[in-house]
């Protein structure tokens, strides 16, 4: 007999997700996690829920939008569930153009949503400021989209796991899963001094996927990207909404608290904050916000973001394991993605049903897996 239904190597908030909604049906669910719950690219997350803004045309918009969609209903079920109440707010997002920085960029994005249905307002300096007067009087244009918003990601992941341990999910984190093995029904995981059995495994480490050993499969190509996240406290009025310029992002995550992100920097498993890191955030952050100058910082955060060469997530069933589920290299945007991943691998283990999203994600476009 198998020791559980579902066993998901990962507990970052797209592990935590999927443990959840597993759990929510009726699953039996392990969760296991080598370094600990959100000690991976979640801990750096700035909880982001902006599609519109990551580029029309892309492949990654349609996946996007949808979840996005998903995200009130995920929330409020999230939150009944747990009894925690998860900080989210949709106030929308400014995404703006300095006095000496190109509008095109911000002309083109208002065309493409306009023609896709989707609210914005094109701004000019003025009433940009006059939509958030934080705003340097250098601003010059920005893009108001309305139903962006964002989530604290490391409440949201406690909320998650809160969740699926009320329906029975078990977490056993930190505890790390050396290798998976093919079974006549199902997988076994080889755990540190013991195996244990189960129907399905859902692989879902992010950057460390690869560190998994699959017997007769190679690793999935997925790389560490470095992102740096800055927590600011700041005594002045708060900003608005999300607030995106060129160089940076701030999200005034909680009261009195911006955070300001993010690098992208190809340093391998390197988690160490750097000085570089931390004074360009500062300093284009300031560029943005004036009064920023004079807030308190807080801290650094770092995170280890999984990226496929492609840029798109890993979702879909192994063809050599067929009881492996891979569930990774979202990249930036796994908070974002969070309530449809959950939903289509949950779709997929349990009823074999095939989202349409899996034609996009499917490990397979990377060769025999």
Known sequence: MPDCDVAIIGAGVIGGSIAYELASRGATVSLF???????GATQA???????????????????????????????????????IDVGYQRTGSLQVALADEPIDGLIA???????AGIRCTLLDGKQARDADPQLSPDVRSGLLIPDH????????????????????????????????SRRDEGVELQLEG?????????????????QVEITGVPPLPVRPVRGQL???????????????????????????????????????????????????????????????????????RVGLRPAAPDGLPIIGRSKQVPSLVYATGHFRNGVLLAPLTARVVADLVLENREDAVLSTTSPQRFGEY
């Open 194 to 210: 013991e195996r244990m059995n189960a129907r399905h495994v859902v692989l879902a480490a992010g950057s460390w996927s690869g």
């Open 149 to 180: 918003g964002f989530v604290v990601a490391i409440g949201l992941l406690g909320a998650l796991l809160a969740a699926a341990i009320k329906r029975g999910a078990l977490v056993r984190a930190p505890e790390r899963v050396g290798r998976i």
């Open 45 to 83: 997350a700035a909880g982001m829920l902006v599609p519109y803004i990551e580029g029309f045309g892309r492949p990654i918009l349609a996946m996007a939008a949808r979840s996005l969609g998903m995200y009130d209903g995920f929330i409020e079920r999230v939150a009944r569930d747990s009894g």
């Open 109 to 115: 994005t208002a065309a493409c949503a306009d023609a």
């Open 230 to 300: 800055l927590e600011l406290s700041s005594g002045g009025p708060p900003l608005a909404r999300i607030t995106w310029g060129s160089r940076c992002y701030l999200v005034p995550a909680a009261p009195g608290s911006v955070l300001v992100g993010a690098t992208v920097e190809d340093a391998g498993f390197d988690e160490r904050p750097t000085v570089a890191g931390v004074h360009d955030l500062l300093d284009a952050a300031s560029d943005l916000v004036p009064s920023l100058r004079q807030a308190a910082f807080a801290g650094v």
């Open 33 to 39: 996690d080598s370094r600990g719950a959100g000690l």
